[in-house]
């Protein structure tokens, strides 16, 4: 079958190759397409740092990758996942669900002194940056190759463009509350003062509405849609002097730093939608223009 046929590779591993020299290499192979992944070393065994690197790279961040064979000097991946089992669309929307419920959880981790909740949802992003290589890999095979193209459920090569762009906005979206877990993890005051939380809610809302709007808009491939997300982005955008104002006055001066970029990190979730929606702008624009 010509949609999945096996493509071959191998990687040799030098005596100082640094585990994270080799999961480069690693990343750049999965990402072209290639099926069949060897890793092998120039000397009699791999480095145990370098095999325990990329068995946990593999296992965390490669949708539908196996083990095949664990030798001594060699590792063999297989990837098992075929274009059709699992389309860009499908991808792409789990990536999106993920991503939301990172930044709400996030935000829920300033109501509530919980560590270990913060913890959770920075280690959530394993699981968007897995989708996050997947697509991309699908996308770069399917701009090329026709039948790829069409088993991954896209028209034209055209259209990868535009999904490409959306990988990396919601990619850098879940990166977001990643930092907003993290800032709070370093935030001296437990719980935060109820009229702070009140003002992140607010804006945090309001900026994932932008969010969910915009890849709601690329689903349906809806121009009117995605124009109408670029109006709750600016609306967003709006908040942002009056929610900083209050955070200075409320909070402790030792806290303000983390404060302020959780603000900021809000504030990209509503920029990064606001990105998609115009690339669903591009994407879509034809069927509203007429042609002469």
């Given amino acids: 079958d010509l949609i999945d046929r096996i493509?071959?590779?191998?990687?040799?591993?030098?005596?100082?190759?640094?585990?994270?020299?080799?999961?480069?290499?690693?990343?750049?192979?999965?990402?072209?397409g290639y099926n069949i992944i060897q890793?092998?070393?120039?000397?009699?065994?791999?480095?145990?740092?370098?095999?325990?690197?990329?068995?946990?790279?593999?296992?965390?961040?490669?949708?539908?990758?196996?083990?095949?064979?664990?030798?001594?000097?060699?590792?063999?991946?297989?990837?098992?996942?075929?274009?059709?089992?699992?389309?860009?669309?499908?991808?792409?929307?789990?990536?999106?669900?993920?991503?939301?419920?990172?930044?709400?959880?996030?935000?829920?981790?300033?109501?509530?002194?919980?560590?270990?909740?913060?913890?959770?949802?920075?280690?959530?992003?394993?699981?968007?940056?897995?989708?996050?290589?997947?697509?991309?890999?699908?996308?770069?095979?399917?701009?090329?190759?026709?039948?790829?193209l069409r088993a991954s459920g896209l028209d034209s090569p055209r259209q990868c463009l535009g999904y490409r762009l959306i990988v990396k906005s919601v990619e850098r979206m879940a990166d977001h509350a990643v930092n907003i877990a993290e800032n709070r993890l370093s935030l001296t005051l437990a719980p935060i003062k109820e009229e702070i939380v009140k003002e992140f809610d607010k804006i945090s809302a309001s900026a994932l509405k932008v969010f969910e709007s915009a890849m709601e808009a690329l689903f349906d491939e809806n121009y009117s849609e995605a124009?109408?997300?670029?109006?709750?982005?600016?609306?967003?955008?709006?908040?942002?002097?009056?929610?900083?104002?209050?955070?200075?006055?409320?909070?402790?001066?030792?806290?303000?730093?983390?404060l302020r970029l959780i603000i900021e990190s809000i504030m990209r979730t509503a920029e990064y939608g606001a990105d998609i929606a115009e690339t669903v702008l591009n994407m879509t624009v034809k069927e509203t223009v007429t042609e002469i």
């Fill in 7 to 32: 493509k071959k590779v191998n990687i040799t591993i030098n005596e100082n190759d640094t585990p994270e020299k080799v999961i480069r290499r690693l990343v750049s192979t999965y990402l072209i």
């Fill in 39 to 148: 890793l092998r070393s120039t000397q009699k065994r791999i480095d145990s740092n370098v095999r325990l690197a990329v068995k946990d790279f593999v296992r965390k961040k490669l949708v539908g990758t196996e083990i095949l064979s664990d030798l001594p000097n060699e590792l063999t991946l297989q990837i098992l996942l075929s274009y059709a089992e699992l389309s860009v669309k499908d991808a792409l929307r789990r990536m999106a669900i993920i991503a939301a419920s990172m930044h709400r959880g996030a935000i829920l981790t300033l109501n509530v002194d919980n560590p270990r909740l913060a913890k959770e949802i920075i280690s959530m992003d394993d699981e968007v940056d897995r989708f996050s290589f997947y697509i991309i890999r699908l996308l770069k095979v399917a701009v090329s190759d026709t039948h790829v």
């Fill in 227 to 258: 124009d109408s997300v670029m109006d709750v982005a600016q609306e967003t955008r709006g908040m942002e002097a009056e929610v900083i104002h209050k955070i200075v006055k409320l909070a402790p001066v030792d806290d303000l730093p983390p």
